[in-house]
């Protein structure tokens, strides 16, 4: 199979800062992948480099089996869709779309077809005549994806697609680019720093840290199996426990992650001293004090909630203990 991306120890320094280092990468063909990471760990550099908006400074691209390096932008076969959708202010929504057809010479009435059936993909059929002022920033982001998607790229790149909208639009927005991702078969690779859209909409995930890839898998696996500490810090909210700590615990002398929701409150098991509950509606978040260290307890709904400085016996699973490679 031909990787639809594939980078080959590709770097990319600006002056002495190393935005991208040697990172190796293969994105299948109809992938939904996410580049997930803090700001400044160089995904929107490993982006700009996909679409051909920078070099890299060392490595190999290839796009679709083709060598990237000296493609343009425009014959990459790839489409990018910006955080702030760099829409056209004084043209109409139709105009905006159609814009890459007609700068590729495409007549009139082609293009106005293409871009109807565009705007019909992401729901706003007979929006053609407004003016992006007059749309709500969900519009707007619909917009934006419709003008990528007139192109009919291979490769469609998100940069944080979603992060200029509430809450509540963007789940709806999420659910909307998984299932259009699935219609369209096309490879999407969107770029956030918010692990719980990477691992709801991606089919895999690339945590990013320090320019580089430190952890690369299906969202289950990043979640269950965090290879690192800063993995299990940033993805979800795990218990990262000490190898001091762990070996009271009856476990291994090694540094382990240990997720909320696996640990319940039990007739018998470890004490803890309960010093905070958050009531999250579908849960409570407790936060317990076990010999020094602070730990994070999610109980289900409708589970009883102890008193604030009471004393609790918490329990888990062995195999929900997963000890971490290093403790970078
Ligand atoms: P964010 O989520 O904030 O966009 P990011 O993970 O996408 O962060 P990049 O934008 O790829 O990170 O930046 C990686 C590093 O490279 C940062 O230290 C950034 O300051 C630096 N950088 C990016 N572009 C340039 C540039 N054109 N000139 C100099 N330094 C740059």
């Known amino acids: 199979m031909i990787p639809a991306v594939r980078f080959q120890q590709v770097s990319r320094y600006f002056g002495q800062v190393r935005a991208v280092d040697r990172v190796d990468l293969e994105i299948a063909p109809g992938e939904f992948f996410a580049m997930l990471g803090p700001s400044g760990s160089g995904k929107t550099t490993c982006l700009r480099l996909i679409a051909g908006f920078e070099q890299p400074t060392g490595g190999h691209i290839e796009i679709f089996g083709e060598t990237a390096e000296g493609i343009p932008p425009y014959r990459r076969n790839v489409n990018t869709v910006f955080q702030d959708y760099a829409l056209f202010p004084h043209l109409n929504i139709l105009d905006n779309v159609a814009y890459g057809l007609m700068v590729k010479g495409i007549g009139k009435a082609e293009r106005t077809k293409a871009a109807e059936q565009a705007l019909d993909l992401v729901k706003l059929p007979g929006y053609g005549g407004r003016k992006p002022g007059q749309l709500s920033g969900g519009q707007r982001q619909r917009v934006a994806l419709a003008r990528a998607l007139v192109n009919k790229p291979k490769v469609l790149l998100l940069d944080e697609p979603l992060g200029a909208l509430d809450l509540k639009l963007r789940e709806q927005m999420q659910e909307e680019l998984k ?16 692990q719980g859209e990477a691992l709801s909409m991606a089919d895999r995930v690339a945590v990013f840290n320090n320019g580089g890839i430190v952890q690369e898998g299906t969202p289950q696996d990043i979640y269950r199996c965090p290879k690192t500490r800063f993995v299990a810090d940033f993805v979800g909210s795990s218990n990262v426990i000490a ?3 762990m070996t009271t615990l009856g476990g291994e002398k090694r540094w382990a992650s240990l997720r909320p929701e696996a640990i319940h409150v039990a007739g018998e098991g470890v004490e803890a001293r309960v010093e905070h509950a958050s009531f999250l509606g579908a849960a409570t978040r407790l936060s317990v004090d076990i010999r020094g260290t602070r730990l994070h307890v999610m109980l289900p709904a409708g589970a009883h909630i102890p008193d604030i400085g009471t004393s609790v016996r918490l329990a888990w699973q062995p195999v929900d203990v997963h000890y971490m490679d290093d403790a970078a």
């Open 243 to 245: 190898p001091d700590l």
């Open 179 to 194: 299932s259009l991702q699935r219609a369209l078969g096309i490879t999407f690779v969107f770029v956030t720093h918010d």
